[in-house]
């Protein structure tokens, strides 16, 4: 068949379902392209909802994936406000919107992405409860931190993981009072583990945050959908007029769970399981995105990853595939984060666990470095925090697997090229 009547469906409008279609139309398919996503907003991309956008520093026209017009001038089929409840494999159809209209696919991308994880304790349901994904999120917290910085209010946050953080540097910014609440022993521990970890407690101590470390919420108190305070199951009551959940987000694979197609061990972070080629068992259904779960030579294991850089490289990746590439992807894990004045990028992969020391390179106290998570003498990840250009060369150290001198690494006049042979 040729490409011109061909239809690939790709469903979710995040940034690896936007940049899926864009690569379609790039490498010349020439085919119908149908995106169909129950959001109401054009693709956007999610970083800025928890930084600038929040921060009323950044224009809401910025976080867009394209303009409005590139879908139509891309003969991109948009239908945006629509969910996609059923894949029938067999008659290779997708269902979507109200009226239960279903188009014919030859090539279908799941880009479903994840949604925040609820608190499951009394109280969840009072107004002053919030979750931070979507934009009408961002612009509905936006409006809590100004009245709580201007009344001098107080926010509780369950979850030190990035959000958590970030939306904490956020409502400091604004003048709030906040209170971190984080069942692990440090911020970030099961990305990071309690070395760097401790670096972003300080960090956030020093602009005024509480942190409560090993503690869970069990109660959210209120009054006529207000909130009054948090509980944690150490017996403490914090004070709050808001609460913000940023206890992680689940990957959205009801669609292919219904469809009967595999899934990940939820030991292994869940997802769609897809090959290196990010095809699920379904030779015609691919997934990418946060979604995905897909098996990393390099790191030796499945990895579902949450982070901008893997949807904007990882829809690309699905989209050449659907068209036949053979292209592995296999890309290094990359992550960002702005808190206050602290920049980092975060390459690699080195959960608690999997890696015996960390190396510092650089100033540790005045948090101008680059950490190194090594095992065996091999680097699994680095982070570079407020030193900047350094991406490249620490992901070729991680996929070198050089065996490195720690001593050379820990020292910034030994150029980092010269390790990764
Ligand atoms: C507040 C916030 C801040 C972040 N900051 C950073 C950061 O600083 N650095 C970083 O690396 N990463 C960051 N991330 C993570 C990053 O944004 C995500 O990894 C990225 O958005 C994933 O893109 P995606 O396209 O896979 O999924 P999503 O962006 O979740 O898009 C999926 C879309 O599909 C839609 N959808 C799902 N199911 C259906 C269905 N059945 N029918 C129709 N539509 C459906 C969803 O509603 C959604 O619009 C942040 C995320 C958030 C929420």
């Given at each position: 068949m040729v490409d011109a009547d061909q239809t690939f469906v790709i469903v979710g409008g995040g940034l690896a379902g936007a940049k899926a279609a864009e690569t379609l139309r790039e490498e010349g398919f020439t085919g119908r392209v149908i995106l169909i996503c129950d959001e109401r907003d054009h693709p956007y991309e999610r970083p800025p909802l928890s930084k600038g956008y929040l921060l009323g520093k950044a224009a809401r026209d910025s976080v867009f994936v394209h303009e409005p017009a590139w879908y139509a001038r891309h003969d991109v089929e948009l239908h945006l406000g629509q969910t996609v409840d059923a894949v029938d494999r067999a008659a290779r159809t997708v269902r979507f919107g109200e009226d239960g209209t279903t188009v014919r696919y030859d090539k279908l991308l799941l880009a479903t992405g994840a949604e925040p994880r609820r608190l499951d304790i009394p109280g969840t349901d009072?107004?002053?409860?919030?979750?931070?994904?979507?934009?009408?999120?961002?612009?509905?917290?936006?409006?809590?931190?100004t009245s709580l910085g201007r009344d001098n209010g107080h926010l509780v946050i369950a979850g030190a993981g990035w959000i958590g953080l970030e939306v904490a540097a956020a409502a400091r910014e604004y003048g709030a009072e906040v209170t971190v609440v984080h069942r692990g022993p440090t911020p970030l521990h099961s990305v990071l583990g309690p070395e760097l970890g401790q670096l972003f407690a300080e960090l956030h101590r020093e602009h005024g945050v509480r942190f409560h470390f090993g503690v869970t919420l069990t109660e959210i108190t209120g009054q006529d959908g207000m909130v009054l305070a948090a509980r944690t199951d150490d017996g403490e009551e914090h004070p709050a007029h808001a609460v913000l959940a940023a206890i992680g987000a689940a990957p959205r694979t009801a669609l292919a769970e219904g469809a009967g197609l595999q899934l990940a061990d939820p030991a292994d972070g869940g997802g769609v399981l897809v090959d290196e080629r990010l095809r699920t068992s379904d030779p015609d259904i691919y997934a990418a995105g946060d979604v995905a779960s897909f098996p990393h030579g390099l790191f030796g294991t499945r990895l579902r990853?949450?982070?901008?850089?893997?949807?904007?490289?990882?829809?690309?990746?699905?989209?050449?595939?659907?068209?036949?590439?053979?292209?592995?992807?296999?890309?290094?894990?990359?992550?960002?984060?702005?808190?206050?004045?602290?920049?980092?990028?975060?390459s690699g992969w080195a959960p608690p666990g999997s890696y015996d020391q960390v190396v510092i390179r650089g100033d540790a106290g005045k948090r101008e470095f680059i950490a190194f998570w090594v095992r065996e003498g091999r680097v699994l990840a680095g982070m570079n925090v407020n030193v900047w250009d350094v991406t490249d060369q620490i992901q070729r150290l991680i996929r070198s697997r050089a065996q490195v001198d720690t001593e050379a690494l820990a020292d910034p006049h030994v150029p980092l090229e010269s390790l990764a042979s």
């Amino acid at each position: 068949m040729v490409d011109a009547d061909q239809t690939f469906v790709i469903v979710g409008g995040g940034l690896a379902g936007a940049k899926a279609a864009e690569t379609l139309r790039e490498e010349g398919f020439t085919g119908r392209v149908i995106l169909i996503c129950d959001e109401r907003d054009h693709p956007y991309e999610r970083p800025p909802l928890s930084k600038g956008y929040l921060l009323g520093k950044a224009a809401r026209d910025s976080v867009f994936v394209h303009e409005p017009a590139w879908y139509a001038r891309h003969d991109v089929e948009l239908h945006l406000g629509q969910t996609v409840d059923a894949v029938d494999r067999a008659a290779r159809t997708v269902r979507f919107g109200e009226d239960g209209t279903t188009v014919r696919y030859d090539k279908l991308l799941l880009a479903t992405g994840a949604e925040p994880r609820r608190l499951d304790i009394p109280g969840t349901d009072l107004a002053g409860v919030h979750h931070l994904r979507r934009l009408a999120h961002a612009e509905r917290l936006k409006g809590v931190l100004t009245s709580l910085g201007r009344d001098n209010g107080h926010l509780v946050i369950a979850g030190a993981g990035w959000i958590g953080l970030e939306v904490a540097a956020a409502a400091r910014e604004y003048g709030a009072e906040v209170t971190v609440v984080h069942r692990g022993p440090t911020p970030l521990h099961s990305v990071l583990g309690p070395e760097l970890g401790q670096l972003f407690a300080e960090l956030h101590r020093e602009h005024g945050v509480r942190f409560h470390f090993g503690v869970t919420l069990t109660e959210i108190t209120g009054q006529d959908g207000m909130v009054l305070a948090a509980r944690t199951d150490d017996g403490e009551e914090h004070p709050a007029h808001a609460v913000l959940a940023a206890i992680g987000a689940a990957p959205r694979t009801a669609l292919a769970e219904g469809a009967g197609l595999q899934l990940a061990d939820p030991a292994d972070g869940g997802g769609v399981l897809v090959d290196e080629r990010l095809r699920t068992s379904d030779p015609d259904i691919y997934a990418a995105g946060d979604v995905a779960s897909f098996p990393h030579g390099l790191f030796g294991t499945r990895l579902r990853v949450e982070h901008w850089a893997n949807a904007l490289n990882g829809g690309p990746a699905a989209a050449r595939a659907m068209l036949g590439r053979e292209e592995l992807y296999d890309r290094v894990p990359y992550f960002f984060t702005d808190q206050y004045d602290l920049g980092m990028e975060y390459s690699g992969w080195a959960p608690p666990g999997s890696y015996d020391q960390v190396v510092i390179r650089g100033d540790a106290g005045k948090r101008e470095f680059i950490a190194f998570w090594v095992r065996e003498g091999r680097v699994l990840a680095g982070m570079n925090v407020n030193v900047w250009d350094v991406t490249d060369q620490i992901q070729r150290l991680i996929r070198s697997r050089a065996q490195v001198d720690t001593e050379a690494l820990a020292d910034p006049h030994v150029p980092l090229e010269s390790l990764a042979s």
